[in-house]
Protein backbone atom coordinates (compact mmCIF):
# COMPACT_ATOMS: atom_id res chain seq x y z
CA UNK A 1 0.00 0.00 0.00
CA UNK A 2 1.35 3.33 -1.34
CA UNK A 3 -0.90 6.15 -0.98
CA UNK A 4 -3.96 6.70 1.87
CA UNK A 5 -6.04 8.89 1.07
CA UNK A 6 -8.42 10.52 4.30
CA UNK A 7 -11.04 12.68 3.94
CA UNK A 8 -11.94 15.19 6.49
CA UNK A 9 -14.94 17.72 7.02
CA UNK A 10 -12.83 18.68 10.56
CA UNK A 11 -15.71 16.97 12.83
CA UNK A 12 -14.56 14.80 15.17
CA UNK A 13 -15.62 11.86 13.81
CA UNK A 14 -13.62 13.07 10.86
CA UNK A 15 -10.68 13.09 13.07
CA UNK A 16 -10.80 9.70 14.71
CA UNK A 17 -10.41 8.56 10.53
CA UNK A 18 -7.35 10.46 10.24
CA UNK A 19 -5.65 8.99 13.38
CA UNK A 20 -6.55 5.35 11.95
CA UNK A 21 -5.01 6.36 8.06
CA UNK A 22 -2.17 7.73 10.28
CA UNK A 23 -1.50 4.49 11.83
CA UNK A 24 -2.08 2.83 8.43
CA UNK A 25 0.73 5.20 6.74
CA UNK A 26 2.75 4.80 9.72
CA UNK A 27 2.65 0.77 9.67
CA UNK A 28 2.89 0.40 6.22
CA UNK A 29 5.54 3.18 5.05
CA UNK A 30 2.60 5.09 3.08
CA UNK A 31 1.55 9.02 2.02
CA UNK A 32 -0.87 10.13 3.93
CA UNK A 33 -3.27 12.76 1.43
CA UNK A 34 -5.80 14.63 3.66
CA UNK A 35 -8.73 16.07 1.50
CA UNK A 36 -11.29 18.30 2.74
CA UNK A 37 -14.38 19.40 0.36
CA UNK A 38 -15.79 23.11 0.01
CA UNK A 39 -19.07 23.58 -1.56
CA UNK A 40 -18.32 25.46 -5.03
CA UNK A 41 -22.31 26.31 -5.16
CA UNK A 42 -21.84 29.47 -3.35
CA UNK A 43 -20.82 32.66 -4.37
CA UNK A 44 -16.77 32.89 -5.52
CA UNK A 45 -15.71 35.17 -2.34
CA UNK A 46 -17.43 32.27 -0.23
CA UNK A 47 -15.56 29.79 -1.75
CA UNK A 48 -12.20 31.54 -2.16
CA UNK A 49 -12.13 32.11 1.51
CA UNK A 50 -13.31 28.12 2.74
CA UNK A 51 -10.24 26.98 0.61
CA UNK A 52 -8.04 29.45 2.31
CA UNK A 53 -9.44 28.27 6.17
CA UNK A 54 -9.53 24.66 4.79
CA UNK A 55 -5.73 24.70 3.60
CA UNK A 56 -4.77 26.49 6.19
CA UNK A 57 -6.34 23.70 8.61
CA UNK A 58 -4.76 20.98 6.36
CA UNK A 59 -1.54 22.66 6.81
CA UNK A 60 -1.58 22.43 10.09
CA UNK A 61 -2.82 19.41 11.04
CA UNK A 62 0.02 17.56 9.02
CA UNK A 63 2.45 19.44 10.48
CA UNK A 64 1.61 19.53 14.42
CA UNK A 65 -0.76 16.72 15.13
CA UNK A 66 1.63 13.56 16.91
CA UNK A 67 0.13 10.64 14.66
CA UNK A 68 1.24 12.41 11.69
CA UNK A 69 4.93 13.04 12.76
CA UNK A 70 7.26 10.85 10.46
CA UNK A 71 4.83 10.70 7.55
CA UNK A 72 5.35 11.82 4.37
CA UNK A 73 1.68 13.85 3.63
CA UNK A 74 -0.37 16.12 1.37
CA UNK A 75 -3.10 18.43 1.71
CA UNK A 76 -6.13 18.90 -0.52
CA UNK A 77 -8.47 21.08 -0.74
CA UNK A 78 -11.26 19.42 -3.69
CA UNK A 79 -14.47 21.41 -4.90
CA UNK A 80 -17.69 20.58 -5.45
CA UNK A 81 -20.18 17.93 -4.15
CA UNK A 82 -18.54 15.71 -1.11
CA UNK A 83 -18.67 12.17 -2.80
CA UNK A 84 -17.74 13.12 -6.33
CA UNK A 85 -14.55 15.60 -5.03
CA UNK A 86 -13.38 12.46 -2.81
CA UNK A 87 -13.53 10.42 -5.93
CA UNK A 88 -11.71 12.69 -7.86
CA UNK A 89 -9.24 13.45 -5.53
CA UNK A 90 -8.58 9.49 -4.98
CA UNK A 91 -7.92 9.10 -9.28
CA UNK A 92 -5.99 11.94 -9.11
CA UNK A 93 -3.79 10.75 -6.16
CA UNK A 94 -4.31 7.29 -7.54
CA UNK A 95 -4.94 6.55 -3.81
CA UNK A 96 -4.82 2.49 -2.90
CA UNK A 97 -7.27 3.21 0.34
CA UNK A 98 -9.76 5.70 1.38
CA UNK A 99 -10.37 6.31 4.96
CA UNK A 100 -14.08 8.02 5.65
CA UNK A 101 -15.06 8.71 9.72
CA UNK A 102 -18.58 7.56 9.96
CA UNK A 103 -21.79 9.22 8.83
CA UNK A 104 -23.84 11.89 10.77
CA UNK A 105 -27.52 10.60 9.73
CA UNK A 106 -30.11 12.05 7.62
CA UNK A 107 -32.71 9.53 7.17
CA UNK A 108 -34.39 11.28 4.25
CA UNK A 109 -31.39 12.43 2.72
CA UNK A 110 -29.61 9.18 3.28
CA UNK A 111 -32.67 6.92 1.38
CA UNK A 112 -32.72 9.13 -1.45
CA UNK A 113 -29.64 9.50 -2.41
CA UNK A 114 -27.38 7.66 0.01
CA UNK A 115 -24.60 8.50 2.21
CA UNK A 116 -20.99 9.80 1.34
CA UNK A 117 -19.46 6.93 2.08
CA UNK A 118 -21.80 4.29 0.10
CA UNK A 119 -21.87 6.87 -3.01
CA UNK A 120 -17.60 6.70 -2.78
CA UNK A 121 -18.11 2.72 -2.47
CA UNK A 122 -20.44 2.43 -5.55
CA UNK A 123 -18.42 5.14 -7.98
CA UNK A 124 -15.14 4.95 -6.97
CA UNK A 125 -12.95 2.02 -8.04
CA UNK A 126 -10.59 2.33 -4.29
CA UNK A 127 -11.45 0.17 -1.33
CA UNK A 128 -12.82 1.96 1.57
CA UNK A 129 -12.19 1.64 4.99
CA UNK A 130 -14.99 3.50 7.61
CA UNK A 131 -14.04 4.56 11.31
CA UNK A 132 -16.75 4.20 13.65
CA UNK A 133 -14.38 4.74 16.56
CA UNK A 134 -11.39 6.39 18.30
CA UNK A 135 -8.27 3.87 16.86
CA UNK A 136 -6.36 2.60 20.53
CA UNK A 137 -3.89 1.23 18.56
CA UNK A 138 -3.36 -1.52 15.44
CA UNK A 139 -6.64 -3.46 14.56
CA UNK A 140 -6.34 -7.09 16.98
CA UNK A 141 -9.05 -8.72 15.55
CA UNK A 142 -11.22 -8.88 12.13
CA UNK A 143 -14.36 -10.25 11.11
CA UNK A 144 -15.44 -11.09 7.98
CA UNK A 145 -19.06 -11.14 6.64
CA UNK A 146 -18.43 -13.84 3.84
CA UNK A 147 -21.75 -14.56 1.56
CA UNK A 148 -19.53 -16.99 -0.45
CA UNK A 149 -19.45 -15.07 -3.26
CA UNK A 150 -16.80 -13.96 -5.68
CA UNK A 151 -17.08 -10.66 -4.66
CA UNK A 152 -16.79 -11.82 -1.01
CA UNK A 153 -13.50 -13.48 -1.65
CA UNK A 154 -12.05 -10.62 -3.81
CA UNK A 155 -13.28 -8.04 -0.31
CA UNK A 156 -11.19 -10.58 1.65
CA UNK A 157 -8.13 -11.12 -0.73
CA UNK A 158 -8.15 -7.41 -0.77
CA UNK A 159 -7.98 -6.49 2.63
CA UNK A 160 -5.67 -9.18 3.40
CA UNK A 161 -3.45 -6.84 0.19
CA UNK A 162 -3.54 -4.21 1.72
CA UNK A 163 -2.32 -5.50 5.40
CA UNK A 164 -5.00 -4.59 7.05
CA UNK A 165 -5.25 -8.02 8.41
CA UNK A 166 -2.02 -8.30 9.41
CA UNK A 167 -1.20 -9.46 12.91
CA UNK A 168 -5.11 -9.77 13.44
CA UNK A 169 -7.09 -12.66 14.65
CA UNK A 170 -9.57 -13.03 11.60
CA UNK A 171 -12.85 -14.74 12.15
CA UNK A 172 -14.99 -15.78 8.84
CA UNK A 173 -19.19 -15.69 9.16
CA UNK A 174 -21.61 -16.85 7.08
CA UNK A 175 -24.63 -16.51 7.97
CA UNK A 176 -28.01 -17.90 6.10
CA UNK A 177 -31.59 -18.59 6.83
CA UNK A 178 -33.45 -21.55 7.57
CA UNK A 179 -36.21 -23.11 5.60
CA UNK A 180 -39.66 -22.95 7.86
CA UNK A 181 -37.29 -22.59 10.71
CA UNK A 182 -40.82 -21.04 12.53
CA UNK A 183 -42.62 -24.60 11.89
CA UNK A 184 -39.54 -25.81 13.80
CA UNK A 185 -39.64 -23.90 16.62
CA UNK A 186 -43.25 -24.58 16.95
CA UNK A 187 -42.72 -28.29 16.97
CA UNK A 188 -40.35 -28.13 19.65
CA UNK A 189 -42.74 -27.19 21.99
CA UNK A 190 -45.83 -29.72 21.43
CA UNK A 191 -46.01 -32.71 23.14
CA UNK A 192 -44.44 -35.56 22.17
CA UNK A 193 -47.31 -37.71 20.92
CA UNK A 194 -48.49 -34.60 18.68
CA UNK A 195 -45.05 -34.37 16.81
CA UNK A 196 -45.61 -36.79 14.24
CA UNK A 197 -47.07 -34.58 11.44
CA UNK A 198 -43.75 -32.06 11.98
CA UNK A 199 -41.82 -35.12 11.39
CA UNK A 200 -43.58 -36.07 8.36
CA UNK A 201 -43.40 -32.60 7.22
CA UNK A 202 -39.50 -32.92 7.77
CA UNK A 203 -38.95 -36.13 5.93
CA UNK A 204 -41.23 -35.00 2.69
CA UNK A 205 -40.34 -31.64 2.57
CA UNK A 206 -41.49 -28.29 2.08
CA UNK A 207 -43.89 -28.01 0.24
CA UNK A 208 -43.41 -26.53 -3.92
CA UNK A 209 -41.99 -23.05 -3.86
CA UNK A 210 -41.36 -22.82 -0.09
CA UNK A 211 -37.76 -23.64 -0.02
CA UNK A 212 -35.57 -26.16 -0.49
CA UNK A 213 -36.77 -29.60 1.10
CA UNK A 214 -35.19 -29.82 4.85
CA UNK A 215 -33.21 -32.54 5.49
CA UNK A 216 -32.71 -34.27 9.53
CA UNK A 217 -29.73 -33.67 10.46
CA UNK A 218 -27.10 -36.67 11.19
CA UNK A 219 -26.35 -38.22 14.45
Not at 38 to 48: H, K
Request: glycine fraction near 8%; proline fraction near 6%.
Amino acid sequence: MNIILAATDFSKRSDRAVRRAAMLAAAGGARLDLVHVVDDDQPERLVAAEREAAQAILDETLRDWPELRGIEGRALVALGEPFDAIVRSVQESAADLVVLGAHRRALLRDIFTGTTAERVMRTGHAPVLMVNTEPAGPYRKSLAGLDLSEHSRRALAMANDLGLLAGTRLWAVHAYDVPERGAMRLCQHRPADDRAPCRRGRAAGTPAGRGAPLRPRPR
